[in-house]
């Protein structure tokens, strides 16, 4: 999935772009560091930081014990004390360990000093579903962490993204809840020479249409845009032009993007792996429900979810528990009436 | 009021006399007892303490301390305040000009003033939600302090934190959630090592937050990294309405960080808190890592201004520790016996104290509450002006850095 002119596109996976992102921000600003579980001389559990403790040292890129709370707590404190930490959660479903930390320590902190004590922050870690790995590894974060004020949660989906987001993130001075995903972690995507540079940022809280359509707007973030795509190609053989759009940002979320797409297509509907009640897909149609595109709406706005379940373990059960392209495809021709 | 001067002026004689002796038998100071004057004045004493208990430690701070005049008047003058501040705290919280939460520190004031003695303005200090104290020793004024508690705009964050939630330079708060400020401080003090900046954390947790699960991964990695971080357990016997007996089945919190030295002192005597925090402040200061001290002090209102505190302990426990080991009364008793201040000199730093407090409630009632616009501020530092959703989808309320 390119963007323009490919001379000089290089393909490069999603977790060397986050590799990349992470040196780049380590060598430009010494007060930002790494800590989390493995970071470091194992490279990193997913081996998104592989090559960084080699280069750094001991003192930037820090092993923690299997202690969350404490070491979310530390990372916090240590920002507050003037030092820029990226605090890596194994996965977010080890973060709720610490999730007081994140919330009542970091998001709160800044208005509660009214402006006297900022908090820059990074917490990354893959989110959502992987493969196989059952219920207790396998939850969506963004509708917790997306209902917070004072966060700022981020949610990439191409290496392009992932790589201009996160440096954003690193280089924002307030804290950002980083929501990568495994599954994409090893997905090549070509990389324009712009996307390159060391100086190359992506905004936060600005979504990106990565296919333009008139029939329908699908709104989704990481991974379930893969599946919105190759949604969309499908249903483009049969006349239906979908319009994709790729959030990136989870809070603040772009609904000016959403809302003029949906001025156009007059369909929405989102896609998102994580839980459907109180989910980011109920977020965007309240939004919409409130807002100016309302009225352009030729059918209700519908959500593509996960199945409201604890995550199983047999593949066939996991395979149906999450959104597949079908069902994309499915939603879409009830939407349309087709 | 009046109870407290009574408290205050009740000390016997018999005491003093032992009191004198004492002092007499290891001060190499003059004295003077027949003129007074101020150049009459001892200009310093030494004082015995009491000596600490050990854990993990070949020696501890010093059996003797040394206390100036000037120095004894500031220790008088902070505690005194912070009595006084407190006590005014409790009147405006009954007239209900103070609302929420109110957990007041009358009792302890010689932990905030010792321990601020053993470090500098330049280091760093973190406690929970009984942080008025240290709010006032760590840079506050008292007139945004007591702005803070009724919730106004001058109050030291403006009227947004509150009771709970008070900032200055090096001061991160003020923390309502239990236990979690000791990973922050820890945090802080990592800081501190990476920028190299010889400064210390001073992490302050009570005897109830101290069987914290995140307070033991806290010791854990500042033990491990060498964090320069003074843990200190103020141990005021009851964690809200329960006995430290019944809440731990190690009440030793000086012994609780295992693998890290520890020492239990008398939090009401300031020279001990003085002297131990700078033995302390050293310790780490040279690289060997945290330390960790167990203040035993006591404090006189309930947990909070809900809590009258007289349904898990005795208004006979109260009094024994107000008549004999009040904080400021024990002070006042060294320099008089000594001679090291008159009672008119001290007696005039209460009028001024008190006329202190009365200004700063003058102001904590008159000012008016942050404005509207106000309101959705500080959400973000640094950012461009953004919009927040009001309670409605009609009302768009503005929030700027």
């Not at chain 1, 040292?57 to 030092?83: C, N, S």
């Not at chain 2, 609302?99 to 053993?118: K, N, P």
């Not at chain 2, 320069?228 to 005021?236: D, G, L, R």
């Not at chain 2, 731990?248 to 890290?260: E, L, N, V």
């Amino acid at each position: 999935y390119s963007s323009s002119d490919i001379s000089d596109h290089i393909s490069v996976t999603v977790r060397d772009a986050l590799n990349q992102a992470l040196d780049e921000e380590l060598e430009r600003d010494e007060r930002v560091f790494l800590l989390g579980e493995e970071v470091a001389q194992y490279d990193g559990a997913y081996k998104v930081s592989r090559g960084l403790w080699k280069k750094y040292g001991d003192k930037r890129i820090i092993d923690t014990p299997i202690t969350e709370m404490g070491f979310a707590g530390i990372a916090v404190g240590a920002a507050m004390a003037g030092l820029r930490p990226i605090c890596e959660f194994m996965t977010f479903n080890f973060s709720m360990q610490a999730i007081d930390q994140v919330i009542n320590s970091a998001a709160k902190t800044y208005y509660m000093s009214a402006g006297l004590q900022p908090v820059p922050i990074v917490f990354r870690g893959p989110n959502g579903a992987s493969a196989g790995v059952a219920a207790q590894h396998s939850q969506c974060f963004a509708a917790w962490y997306g209902h917070c004020p004072g966060l700022k949660v981020v949610s990439p989906w191409s290496a392009e993204d992932a790589k201009g987001l996160l440096k954003s993130a690193i280089r924002d001075d307030n804290p950002v809840v980083f929501l990568e995903n495994e599954l994409m972690y090893g997905v090549p995507f070509e990389m324009s020479e712009e996307a390159q540079s060391k100086d190359f940022l992506l905004p936060i809280g600005k979504a990106k249409i990565e296919r333009q359509g008139n029939h329908v707007t699908l709104v989704s973030h990481s991974r379930m845009v893969s599946l919105c795509l190759d949604a969309a190609a499908v249903l483009a053989k049969e006349g239906i032009e979908c319009e994709v759009i790729n959030m990136r940002t989870i809070r603040p979320l772009d609904a000016e993007a959403i809302e003029t797409s949906v001025m156009k297509t007059n369909h929405l509907i989102t896609v998102e792996g994580g839980w459907p009640q109180f989910g980011v897909g109920a977020e965007i149609l309240a939004r919409i429900m409130e807002g100016p595109a309302f009225n352009f709406l030729d059918a209700p706005a519908v959500r593509v979810t996960g199945v409201d379940i604890p995550m199983p373990y047999a593949k066939i059960l996991e395979d149906n528990s999450i959104p597949q392209i079908k069902d994309i495809i499915f939603s879409v021709k009830k939407t349309l009436n087709v | 009021d009046r109870v407290l001067l009574t408290g205050v002026i009740n000390i016997s004689v018999p005491v003093r006399s032992v009191c004198v002796c004492l002092c007499f038998h290891v001060t190499g100071a003059r004295v003077v007892v027949s003129a007074r004057t101020y150049a009459d004045f001892t200009p310093q004493a030494t004082f015995d303490i009491k000596k600490c208990d050990l854990h993990k430690l070949e020696e501890g701070p010093p059996l003797q301390a040394v206390l100036t005049r000037e120095e004894g008047l500031q220790y008088y003058r902070t505690m005194q305040t912070i009595r006084r501040m407190e006590l005014k705290a409790d009147q405006l919280y009954k007239q209900k000009i103070i609302r929420g939460f109110c957990h007041l520190y009358d009792g302890q004031e010689a932990c905030a003033v010792g321990i601020e003695t053993g470090i500098n303005l330049s280091d760093h200090l973190i406690t929970a939600y009984r942080a008025h104290g240290y709010t006032l020793t760590r840079g506050g004024t008292v007139r945004e302090i007591m702005a803070e508690l009724t919730g106004r705009r001058g109050g030291i964050a403006k009227g947004k934190g509150g009771s709970m939630h008070m900032y200055t330079k090096h001061f991160y708060g003020g923390n309502g959630i239990v236990g979690a400020q000791v990973p922050l401080g820890a945090g802080v003090a990592l800081a501190c090592k990476y920028l190299g900046n010889n400064e210390i954390c001073v992490c302050l947790y009570g005897d109830g937050a101290a069987n914290q699960g995140q307070i033991f991964e806290t010791y854990n990695m500042a033990s491990l990294w060498k964090l320069p971080c003074i843990f200190i357990c103020e141990n005021n016997k009851y964690g809200m309405g329960t006995s430290v007996e019944r809440a731990a089945a190690s009440t030793d919190y000086y012994k609780r960080g295992d693998f890290i030295p520890g020492l239990r002192l008398d939090g009401m005597d300031v020279l001990c808190v003085r002297e131990a925090t700078k033995f302390a402040a050293e310790h780490c200061r040279s690289g060997k890592g945290p330390i960790l001290m167990e203040l035993q002090t006591y404090r006189y209102h309930g947990h909070s201004m809900s809590d009258p505190g007289v349904s898990y302990r005795t208004r006979e426990e109260i009094q024994e520790v107000r008549s004999k080991s009040d904080p400021i009364s024990m002070l006042k008793d060294r320099m008089l016996s000594n001679n090291m201040a008159s009672v008119e000199e001290l007696k005039e730093i209460d009028v001024e104290v008190r006329k202190e407090i009365e200004d700063a409630a003058q102001f904590a009632t008159t000012d008016p509450e942050p404005p509207l616009d106000d309101l959705c501020n500080h959400i973000f530092y640094n950012d461009p002006p953004m919009e927040v959703r009001g309670t409605n989808p009609w009302t768009k309320l503005k929030s700027v850095s």
